[in-house]
């Protein structure tokens, strides 16, 4: 032990060494940290099947069927013989007016909040010309009497009420499942009857009560496409494809508008077959939840090589400027509690707010280290300092937490200027010349010679 008192670079050394070894518990809490969080998302996904998934609603949009003629061969016969194949042709609509409520709810699975909602969509627009002469196909070989409208919904279990399209003069009912999967897996369908002589404009309405969670998406497939939802959710995030043209955001709930033209798309409002996929153009709200607890505690980890390295170098300058020792067994200590720190911002966030938890956890941190520190050093002064400095450090972190654009900048720096006092504190110090523990060799030398 003389030898570590003495010996400068196996002090540093063993610090060091200290210091690395607990990042083992830190990694093992981000390990749980995401261990949580899937935890999370698991409740989330559990209450989502039992209430209605993310939705995207895709259309709607005409499909009609039509025969082609393609040559087989026939091994049986040995020669090629024509064969019937039938194909469809899908329509899009000209104008397409979309609007709508959405209703959130929160919805608990043990500590998890899940965030669900029901709506009320009206959908309306209209279909120019059904003649499809542009398509090349001859009028004999479509079949317009197995016309449908179809509209793409991804959980069928988040429909609540029978839905009726209103066409021209004409009502309809929408029947589970799509025609042909071409353009969707999953949706409801009308069968609509049209006299193909008549190439006047459809006009169509019909109102969709849909539940589901978090997400609700829309495929622009009009001409012109617009897009007008309300809800009272204060906390909304547009994503997808297109931003809204406009939108308004207050603590009362949102409202937020999507005009989007098909020049703005990479598909036409006719084709044949597969040929097109639809659904990259998809726009929409993500109900976010105000908080990201998991998200804010990995971040927050992320800084504890800083807590943990620069409290040592505190501590190391104490050792150096005051002749004191500081027994590696005492760095252990307060580098452990450095560390369960993060364990209780981590629990305590989940039942608490994020701020309020991380303020909770970082006073019982500060106080069990001054409590310590105050004990092995005997100083009111030293204790002092290094309890204000812990306050900085979990001050400078809280900040960084909150400014999410600025993390980089800020953190950067917050490092350069804590480097500059370390360089400014130490400017001073004789590294060829240092030896630890001076001032109690002194003192038991004086008590000898008395």
Do not use: C
Not at 174 to 179: A, E, H, I, K, Q
Not at 393 to 400: A, G, K, T, V
Not at 410 to 437: A, C, H, N, P, Q
């Amino acid at each position: 032990m003389k030898s570590l008192k003495d010996n400068i670079y196996l002090k540093v050394g063993t610090i060091i060494f200290i210091g690395l070894l607990l990042l083992i518990p830190t990694t093992m809490i981000k390990a749980l940290i995401h261990d949580r969080e899937y935890t999370q998302k698991q409740a989330i996904r559990e209450v989502s099947t039992k209430w209605g998934n993310e939705q995207t609603l895709t259309g709607p949009y005409l499909t009609i069927p039509f025969v082609k003629y393609e040559k087989e061969y026939s091994y049986k016969d040995s020669a090629f013989k024509t064969v019937e194949v039938v194909d469809f042709v899908h329509l899009l609509p000209s104008e397409l007016n979309i609007s709508g409520e959405i209703q959130p709810e929160r919805r608990y699975r043990g500590i998890y909040e899940i965030v669900v909602y029901n709506s009320e969509i009206t959908f309306s627009g209209k279909f120019d010309d059904l003649s499809l002469s542009q398509m090349d196909i001859p009028k004999e070989n479509l079949r317009f009497g197995n016309a449908h409208m179809e509209l793409g919904i991804d959980d069928l279990r988040g429909i609540e009420e029978q839905i009726d399209l209103e066409w021209n003069e004409a009502r309809f009912s929408f029947n589970p499942g799509v025609t042909t999967e071409n353009i969707v897996r999953s949706g409801i369908n009308a069968p609509i009857s049209k006299d193909p002589s008549d190439s006047t404009s459809y006009h169509f309405s019909f109102t969709l009560d849909l539940k589901g969670s978090q997400l609700l998406y829309f495929t622009p497939v009009g001409r012109v496409t617009d897009v007008n939802i309300s809800s009272s959710w204060d906390n909304p995030s547009f994503n997808g494809a297109f931003l809204p043209d406009s939108r308004s955001i207050s603590d009362s709930g949102f409202t937020a508008n999507w005009n989007v033209l098909h020049l703005n798309r990479n598909y036409p409002q006719i084709w044949k077959g597969s040929q097109n996929d639809i659904r990259s153009s998809s726009f929409g709200i993500d109900l976010l939840l105000p908080v990201d607890n998991y998200q804010k505690s990995y971040r927050s980890i992320n800084y504890a090589i800083l807590f943990i390295g620069f409290t040592f170098l505190v501590f190391f300058f104490i050792e150096i400027l005051n002749k004191v020792y500081i027994h590696p067994i005492q760095y252990i200590l307060v580098g452990i509690a450095l560390v369960v720190f993060y364990t209780l911002l981590l629990s305590i966030s989940e039942h608490l707010k994020y701020n309020l938890a991380f303020i909770l956890s970082a006073l019982a941190t500060l106080i069990l280290i001054s409590g310590y520190v105050k004990a092995i050093l005997k100083s009111n002064q030293l204790t002092y300092l290094i309890s204000g400095i812990l306050l900085i450090l979990y001050s400078f972190i809280f900040i960084i937490i909150q400014l999410q654009d600025l993390a980089l900048l800020i953190g950067s720096i917050g490092i350069f200027i804590i480097l500059g006092l370390v360089m400014y504190f130490s400017r001073k110090i004789d590294w060829f010349d240092l030896k630890l523990g001076d001032k109690e060799e002194k003192k038991e030398v004086e008590e000898k010679d008395s």
